[in-house]
């Protein structure tokens, strides 16, 4: 074992794969992702389909199907033996269901931070709000995915989905995700463990990434 600069202990390096928010991409995670490597773990932050710098254009996205591609390729792609640990910020949460239906053996925890979380129960179109806009340069469009197709991509069962380890990180000030309503999820789907990073506001990976690193480095240890 080693021990990190905040004092936990850490018996191997684990492989965190990070998925960004609507609108956002892989660069949303520059805060957490040196902290992590520093650490010793690996880091993969993932452009989802028109997303960050992924090459396509939003028409050339016309199905959340195809959105979900980049995540699902990966995936598919990791050795039969490895394991690792998704986390999704935001609407991020979907890409995640999505691959723990489809992928359960290849992940050991799938945390969501602050983000939607369907489950076998809990259809997408019960979680669907009022979309949301956020002014940045770094951000692009996102489709308006048709409903009807997206809850029958998201059909999530507990065979699969249900089968793997789930710690919702909850974000104690935001405006976006309302803590209301990230309570409401949990209350509907209950995951694993519930953590709060009380003074966060949505972008918890940029606004209290320290916490958010202790975080996910006690679900590591805790899960794999």
Same mark, same amino acid.
């Given at each position: 074992m080693n021990m990190n600069t905040n004092g936990l202990e850490q018996s191997s390096s684990k492989h965190f794969v990070l998925v960004h928010g609507a609108c956002h991409g892989a660069w949303s995670w520059y805060k957490l992702v040196p902290l992590l490597k520093s650490s010793g773990h690996n880091v993969t932050a993932l452009d989802l389909a028109g997303a960050?710098?992924?090459?396509?254009?939003?028409?050339?996205?016309?199905?959340?199907?195809?959105?979900?591609?980049?995540?699902?390729?990966?995936?598919?792609?990791?050795?039969?033996? %490895?394991?690792?640990?998704?986390?999704?910020?935001?609407?991020?949460?979907?890409?995640?269901?999505?691959?723990?239906?489809?992928?359960? %053996?290849?992940?050991?925890?799938?945390?969501?931070?602050?983000?939607?979380m369907p489950g076998p129960t809990l259809n997408f179109s019960t979680l669907d709000q009022e979309d949301l806009a956020?002014?940045?340069? /770094?951000?692009?469009?996102?489709?308006?995915?048709?409903?009807?197709?997206?809850?029958?991509?998201?059909?999530l069962s507990t065979k699969n989905y249900g089968s793997v380890s789930r710690v919702f990180i909850v974000a104690g000030e935001d405006k976006i995700l309302e803590k209301d309503f990230?309570?409401?999820?949990?209350?509907?789907?209950?995951?694993?463990?519930?953590? %709060?990073?009380?003074?966060?506001?949505?972008?918890?990976?940029?606004?209290?990434?320290?916490?958010?690193?202790?975080?996910? /480095?006690?679900?590591? %240890?805790?899960?794999?």
């Open positions: 960050g710098i992924n090459p396509m254009l939003v028409n050339d996205v016309p199905l959340i199907s195809d959105y979900f591609r980049p995540l699902m390729d990966f995936m598919a792609s990791l050795p039969p033996h %490895e394991k690792v640990i998704l986390v999704a910020h935001s609407y991020g949460g979907l890409a995640i269901s999505k691959a723990m239906e489809s992928f359960p %053996e290849k992940i050991s925890v799938a945390v969501f931070v602050t983000s939607y956020l002014a940045t340069l /770094l951000m692009r469009p996102l489709r308006l995915f048709d409903k009807e197709d997206t809850s029958n991509v998201l059909m990230q309570q409401w999820m949990i209350k509907q789907n209950p995951p694993h463990e519930v953590i %709060e990073i009380e003074s966060s506001d949505h972008m918890v990976q940029v606004c209290k990434p320290n916490e958010l690193f202790v975080s996910l /480095l006690r679900i590591a %240890e805790k899960y794999s």
